[in-house]
């Protein structure tokens, strides 16, 4: 079955601590953090003191955190220290020293994960299959939440997959943006593992539908 990650950047963060356990009572298997700094993406959202936070109020939950930021290996031990469970960075902030930042962060204690935005080729990420816990695949412009999903996406999470049979390995592929009732089936049948919703979630009439439609096989 395929898991969600619930992407608070969505929530009321004035009951952000509310609204995430609600998502979890719906059905979602783990939140999605999302940390821009205002530089490697024209936004800014919040950093580890907010994560700790909410790991306090959530202690039980899987924190997928995703670092949308220039400096990825500078802050890994602050948020595996705040409550990070998985910590995903970019491949395009840190062309030239992705294995740094992989060992930082494993050093921190968290499991990899790596992300590419909709224009990276998707043969990018190629040789970090096997050594990664995860693929991120961004199915909008990273930055802002509430985008509109790019219809080439399922053809990249296809291409990632089949790389990954062939390599025989057993990294995650991840989808985030756009991500509804419509596009989420989509990735689905194209290999992806973990689904990122956001709007989708916090905005719907019946969240629980929402997240029984993202979970099917």
């Known amino acids: 079955m395929t898991e969600l990650s619930v992407s608070i950047l969505s929530a009321d963060l004035a009951n952000l601590a509310a609204e995430t356990a609600d998502s979890m009572v719906c059905g979602a298997d783990m939140v999605h953090f999302d940390v821009m700094d205002g530089h490697f993406v024209p936004n800014i959202t919040y950093g580890a003191p907010v994560l700790k936070c909410l790991h306090a109020a959530l ?57 590419i935005r909709p224009g990276t080729p998707v043969e990018a990420v190629f040789p970090y299959l096997g050594v990664v816990d995860l693929i991120l695949v961004m199915s909008v412009e990273p930055g802002f939440g509430g985008q509109k999903f790019i219809p080439t996406t399922p053809t990249r999470i296809a291409a990632i997959c089949a790389e990954r049979t062939r390599r025989g390995c057993d990294t995650l592929i991840e989808v985030d943006g756009g991500i509804n009732t419509e596009t989420g089936p989509l990735c689905i049948a194209a290999g992806a593992d973990w689904l990122v919703a956001g709007s989708s979630l916090f905005h719907a009439m019946d969240p629980a539908a929402v997240v029984n439609v993202l979970h099917s096989k």
């Not at 220039?70 to 902030?93: C, M, Q, V």
């Open 59 to 115: 202690p039980e939950v899987y924190y997928d955190v995703h670092l949308m930021i220039s400096d990825p290996a500078r802050y890994a031990a602050d948020f595996a220290r705040a409550g990070a469970s998985l910590i995903t960075f970019h491949l395009e902030a840190v062309p030239d020293t992705a294995e740094e930042v992989i060992a930082a962060i494993r050093a921190a204690g968290c499991q990899v994960g790596i992300s």
